[in-house]
């Protein structure tokens, strides 16, 4: 029993290893040179196409919420989260183009690579314009902060290792490959990782639904056990059509000025890109959101008492 025990961690350790090497490979070869401009290194030379473009939308503005999250919401809410989720940020998408299409047509024009910048060609106020940067800052540490957190809590989950220990290597190799290949190397990565984060949500789903006869049955018995799972209200019973169309609303005029997204309307390659990026990010959500919230109703027939905090584990736990 120990053999195996051992041997299972080893491929842990082995798959996770190989993990952290591949991000150091792709930041590593898709680097920006020592003396490029800041444009290059900050902006990926203005140069995002479509699909890099997408992912690294998709990527920056998800990630830790998308893996924890929604599955702990998809536990104690229910279907009811998926549309404020899947439809309410595909909906956002309409402000890319609105918003971003501008942002990207006057930061091209007069060489503009930060928002606190735009704020300053725009309004020639510098107070402003370091009172919006200030604010940037601030509420951005947050949500830098809630990455490696999650990160941390996965590989205890998966590995055993310490948090603390945990979310310091994943912040470690993070630093390693922006610091090294700027905007470029953490748009690519965030293609890699996207990429494997859907692969990884579609086994997650499978592999529960798999286990409890195929994803109708388990459906069944999770609507014969909790029948508030599949209403509207959803399991808490808060959902009123108010509190959707406020959800809607937040996306659509939130979302689009989170500095981690604002920043990357200056890199895009072309307004096609923009224009391309908003008609796939809502199909994007719809994929991205499903599988999480799936896995968080159907996880009450594997966990059917978890509170709290511990609902927001139940997609590492399955």
Same mark, same amino acid.
């Given at each position: ?26 930041g590593?070869f +898709?680097?920006?040179?020592? /003396?490029?401009t800041p ?10 196409? +479509? ?8 990527? +920056?503005?998800?990630?830790?919420? #998308?893996?924890?999250? +929604?599955s ?9 989260f998926?549309?404020?989720?899947g439809?309410? #940020? ?10 971003g ?7 091209r ?7 606190p ?8 106020? /510098? ?8 604010v940037m ?19 205890q989950e ?8 945990g ?51 388990a ?6 056990l ?15 059509p108010?509190?959707w169309f ?49 896995v ?23």
């Amino acid at each position: 029993m120990a053999s195996i025990f051992e041997e299972a961690m080893a491929t842990k350790i082995l798959i996770l290893s190989a993990y952290f090497l591949v991000l150091l490979a792709i930041g590593y070869f +898709t680097r920006t040179h020592w /003396r490029s401009t800041p444009a290059a290194y900050f902006l990926a030379d203005r140069r995002l196409g +479509t699909l890099v473009l997408l992912a690294t939308m998709t990527a +920056t503005n998800f990630s830790a919420f #998308t893996v924890f999250g +929604t599955s702990g919401a998809g536990y104690r809410d229910g279907w009811s989260f998926f549309p404020i989720m899947g439809f309410g #940020t595909g909906f956002m998408a309409l402000s890319f183009w609105v918003i971003g299409r501008k942002v990207w047509q006057v930061g091209r024009e007069r060489g503009l690579i930060t928002p606190p910048e735009l704020v300053l060609a725009l309004y020639q106020n /510098r107070p402003l314009s370091l009172l919006f940067a200030l604010v940037m800052i601030v509420f951005t540490i947050p949500y830098l902060a809630l990455q490696p957190m999650a990160a941390g809590y996965a590989l205890q989950e998966v590995t055993g290792l310490p948090y603390r220990w945990g979310s310091a290597l994943v912040t470690g190799v993070i630093l390693l490959y922006t610091l090294r290949g700027g905007m470029r190397s953490v748009a690519w990565t965030d293609l890699f990782q996207g990429i494997l984060l859907l692969a990884l949500l579609a086994a997650a789903l499978s592999v529960v639904a798999g286990h409890h006869g195929g994803f109708a049955a388990a459906s069944a018995k999770v609507l014969a056990l909790k029948p508030e799972l599949f209403s509207r209200p959803g399991g808490l019973g808060h959902y009123t059509p108010g509190i959707w169309f406020s959800y809607m609303a937040l996306w659509f005029l939130c979302d689009p000025m989170f500095p981690q997204l604002f920043q990357r309307f200056f890199a895009a390659k072309s307004e096609q890109a923009i224009a391309r990026m908003m008609l796939l990010y809502p199909f994007i959500c719809t994929v991205v959101f499903l599988p999480p919230i799936a896995v968080g109703v159907l996880g009450h027939l594997s966990f059917p008492d978890l509170a709290g905090k511990q609902a927001d584990r139940i997609l590492p736990m399955v």
